[in-house]
């Protein structure tokens, strides 16, 4: 079974920057679909952004757009978030989700991600 570990997380102040990663681990290497997914305090999880491998296809949250960056490392199978011009409203748990190859879109619902990491905690200042 594919293990995703998230690090990267921390405190930071309004307009900084943070990396978060997400390392694979186990199970094999058919995995072409990964995202980043965040939920608040009492609010529900909602899409960040997302990759599919086969196409090199992306998928960024209007919310974050311009500001966020999803990017990968095939041979280490790791994903990364460079988060810039951080906000408060940015505070969540960050966690990472890996979904097996096929569909024509890139994945953008939680239900359509079986696997999950724990999550790294992200928390901007204002």
């Known amino acids: 079974q594919v293990q995703l570990a998230e690090s990267g997380g921390g405190l930071v102040q309004a307009g900084g920057s943070l990396r978060l990663s997400c390392v694979a681990s186990?199970?094999?290497?058919?995995?072409?679909?990964m995202a980043w997914f965040r939920q608040a305090p009492g609010k529900e999880r909602e899409f960040v952004a997302a990759?599919?491998?086969?196409?090199?296809?992306?998928n960024v949250a209007d919310a974050v757009k311009g500001r966020f960056t999803i990017s990968r490392d095939n041979a280490k199978r790791t994903v990364s978030l460079q988060m810039n011009d951080l906000k408060p409203e940015d505070t969540a748990v960050y966690y990472c989700?890996?979904?097996?190859?096929?569909?024509?879109?890139?994945?953008?619902?939680?239900?359509?991600?079986?696997?999950w990491g724990q999550g790294t905690q992200v928390t901007v200042s204002s």
């Open positions: 989700a890996a979904a097996p190859p096929g569909g024509a879109i890139v994945r953008t619902t939680a239900d359509s991600y079986p696997t």
């Open positions: 186990g199970g094999t290497f058919s995995i072409s679909n």
């Open positions: 990759t599919r491998w086969r196409d090199s296809s992306t």
